[in-house]
């Protein structure tokens, strides 16, 4: 299955779409909208039926936070939240992990799983060369 996602600003929602309708194409059907996410300040990576991304401070049921979303039905499955001033950045996917880039610089390995956050700090540049 083929999907969309978008995030709105003025909604403070996101939802996923099989096949773009709302966005212009016919024949699509809206799977779910919700605000789990609130408006995503980041890419969202996608990975074995799961959304990866970063959450606002609007976000509910928990606010803020790099989130692991059930694509098909938009379920909040787990929320990793660092400090109020720590925002998740790029989040790109690298193998089986999520490489996240901090607002503060720090970059996060992470594991692109739901069964819940692992992860952490690399300490030097020749732990995140070691990736590609």
Same mark, same amino acid.
């Given at each position: ?60 049921? $928990? !606010?803020? /936070?790099? =989130?692991?979303?059930? %694509?098909? &039905?938009?379920? *909040? ?7 109020y001033d720590d925002y998740y950045g790029a989040i790109i996917l690298v193998g089986d992990k999520l490489l996240v880039l901090m607002e503060n610089g ?6 692109? $799983? !739901?069964? /819940?956050? =692992?992860?952490?700090? %690399?300490? &030097?540049?020749? *732990? ?5």
């Amino acid at each position: 299955m083929e999907v969309t996602y978008a995030s709105g600003e003025f909604s403070v929602s996101g939802g996923v779409d099989e096949r773009a309708e709302p966005f212009g194409v016919r024949g699509a059907a809206e799977l779910w909208k919700n605000e789990v996410l609130g408006r995503c300040d980041s890419t969202a990576v996608v990975y074995q039926g799961h959304l990866y991304a970063q959450a606002s401070e609007k976000a509910k049921p $928990s !606010p803020k /936070g790099l =989130k692991c979303v059930e %694509l098909a &039905t938009g379920k *909040e499955v787990w929320c990793e939240k660092k400090s109020y001033d720590d925002y998740y950045g790029a989040i790109i996917l690298v193998g089986d992990k999520l490489l996240v880039l901090m607002e503060n610089g720090e970059l996060t390995l992470v594991d692109a $799983s !739901p069964a /819940g956050y =692992k992860g952490g700090a %690399l300490q &030097t540049n020749q *732990e995140a060369a070691r990736l590609f």
